[in-house]
């Protein structure tokens, strides 16, 4: 099946600095890919999704200048947290489609953030 | 109001025998896809199964089933034959079309399913 692949899966950072995950879709293009953040033993929240070679789409209440959304190509998208603050820390997963008309969506193994 | 419930917050059962995840939807939406998919401890979403909203029989993936009754607007999950590795958080997610050839994933709060030897 299709693979996503998500780096780094664990990332501490002091306050202040900014952090870039990515995620690569690694055997078809993903048109869109999907940004979401868990907080522990919480539901997957949607913070933004990010088609090709257009700016990203924010949902309401996820600061755009401080999660930069890049889908610079059809097998990248990056999220760069940037100043990040302990707050920040979270579990962040991206997952990424064939297409609208896919039944499935492919997620990657997710990029345990911790903001010291 | 929530678009994906699941009223289970956790939910226990014994090696082998059966077990039904509950899942309801709230949609005005004629076209719509439900997913399920299983997050285990090391954090990775696995997809297990999906529905489309025009897809007239319940769909199945070996050991999985998805009871789907659209008028009641639920999208239960059947695991058959539970194993020890099922134990897991398991989360129902709808996706709907958001206009301009985009759409939204919204998940529901999850079940955490421990499987008893």
């Known amino acids: 099946g299709a693979v996503v692949s998500q780096h780094p899966s664990r990332v501490i950072c002091k306050s202040g600095t900014s952090v870039k995950i990515e995620c690569r879709s690694l055997?078809?293009?993903?048109?869109?890919m999907f940004w979401y953040r868990q907080f522990p033993k919480q539901s997957l929240m949607l913070m933004a999704t990010?088609?090709?070679?257009?700016?990203?789409?924010?949902e309401q209440g996820v600061e755009k200048d401080k999660f930069l959304i890049n889908h610079a190509s059809l097998t990248l998208s990056t999220l760069t947290v940037t100043s990040a603050h302990p707050e920040d820390s979270s579990f962040y997963i991206c997952?990424?489609?064939?297409?609208?008309?896919?039944?499935?969506?492919?997620f990657g193994e997710g990029s345990r953030l911790t903001v010291l | 109001a929530q678009k994906i419930t699941q009223t289970q917050p956790g939910m226990f059962v014994q090696e082998k025998e059966a077990v039904t995840l509950d899942c309801t939807y709230d949609?005005?939406?004629?076209?719509?896809?439900l997913f399920w998919y299983k997050q285990p401890s090391s954090g990775e979403m696995i997809f297990l199964i999906y529905q489309g909203s025009y897809d007239e029989q319940n769909a199945t993936e070996g050991r999985y089933s998805l009871n789907f009754q659209k008028a009641r607007k639920s999208a239960n999950l059947v695991i058959s034959a539970s194993q020890l590795g099922d134990s897991a958080m398991y989360f129902c997610?709808?996706?709907?079309?958001?206009?301009?050839?985009?759409?939204?994933?919204?998940f529901g709060k999850g079940t955490k399913l421990s499987v008893i030897p």
């Open positions: 997952s990424a489609s064939r297409g609208a008309d896919t039944g499935e969506l492919f």
């Open positions: 997610a709808m996706r709907e079309y958001s206009g301009a050839g985009s759409y939204q994933l919204t």
């Open positions: 990010s088609n090709e070679g257009s700016k990203a789409t924010y």
């Open positions: 949609t005005s939406d004629q076209s719509y896809g």
């Open positions: 055997d078809f293009q993903a048109t869109t």
